[in-house]
């Protein structure tokens, strides 16, 4: 039985009274036992972050890392930086670090080294643009990039990802994927994990993520192979982001 996993990516957004207002309500909740839940704050505040969420079932994660021990690049956080501060989960491979920051699947693979090897889950994002989509490749970009970070990971390794299928197309759009066309892509997914090892495929968390929010998620995470949610522009509110984690129970 895969646990579901909900994790709010703040992105460059929040603030210090953000992450104390998670931190006293999430504390009088009673989140359902059986779903993980981490908030991916900026790095900025995750001592804070750590601090808040003491008494609450929250835990943090990161957005990203450098995948470098250390040394000279200005403005980076190393995977052992992030492992100091309590993350047990950071994002490699969001489409906007792609887009954004040229980071290629070389580059999300360096990270999710880095980070499995400093004792983090890498939580893995793909997902097609929608020309590719239009095009009918929505499939084969989504398992290009699964292969590219999972063909350099040894079988444990493997075993400690979290996959986030994301389509780009629905990413801060409003427009979510139907539960059908996020569930086609999650098995597909699936499927791909079994070439790797039959048991991969049965524990691996595969997450949706895309405008997901609290109207919609109760429906995506019926589905299958969603196994819970990647959330952003929801994951401030946290009303609508205990609203969510609550239908993943
Ligand atoms: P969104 O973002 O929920 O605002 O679409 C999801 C993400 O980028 O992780």
Redesign the pocket.
């Known amino acids: 039985m895969r646990m579901p996993l909900i994790a709010g990516?703040w992105?460059m957004n929040g603030s210090l009274a953000l992450v104390d207002e998670f931190g006293q309500r999430c504390a009088n909740v009673d989140m359902p036992p059986s779903v993980e839940v981490v908030v991916l704050p900026p790095a900025p505040y995750l001592a804070a972050a750590q601090a808040a969420f003491e008494k609450t079932a929250l835990q943090v994660g990161a957005q990203t890392l450098n995948p470098e021990p250390g040394g000279a690049y200005t403005g980076e956080v190393s995977a052992a930086m992030l492992a100091e501060f309590g993350v047990g989960y950071v994002l490699v491979g969001?489409?906007?670090r792609r887009s954004l920051y040229h980071e290629d699947d070389e580059a999300v693979s360096a990270r999710a080294r880095a980070a499995l090897d400093a004792g983090l889950s890498p939580i893995l994002?793909v997902g097609e643009t929608l020309e590719e989509r239009d095009a009918g490749d929505s499939e084969a970009v989504v398992l290009s990039q699964v292969k590219a970070v999972f063909d350099t990971l040894d079988a444990r390794q493997r075993e400690r990802m979290v996959i986030?299928y994301?389509p780009v197309w629905?990413?801060?759009?409003g427009r979510t994927a139907t539960p059908e066309q996020a569930q086609a892509v999650h098995a597909a997914i699936r499927a791909c994990l079994v070439d790797y090892d039959k048991g991969l495929a049965t524990v691996l968390r595969l997450l949706y993520?895309?405008?997901?929010?609290r109207e919609n998620a109760a429906e995506l995470l019926a589905q299958p192979d969603i196994d819970g949610g990647?959330?952003?522009?929801?994951?401030l509110k946290v009303d609508d982001f205990l609203a969510i984690c609550q239908s993943a129970g």
């Open positions: 990516n992105k969001h489409s906007e994002c986030a994301e629905a990413i801060g759009t993520g895309g405008s997901m929010k990647l959330i952003g522009g929801a994951s």
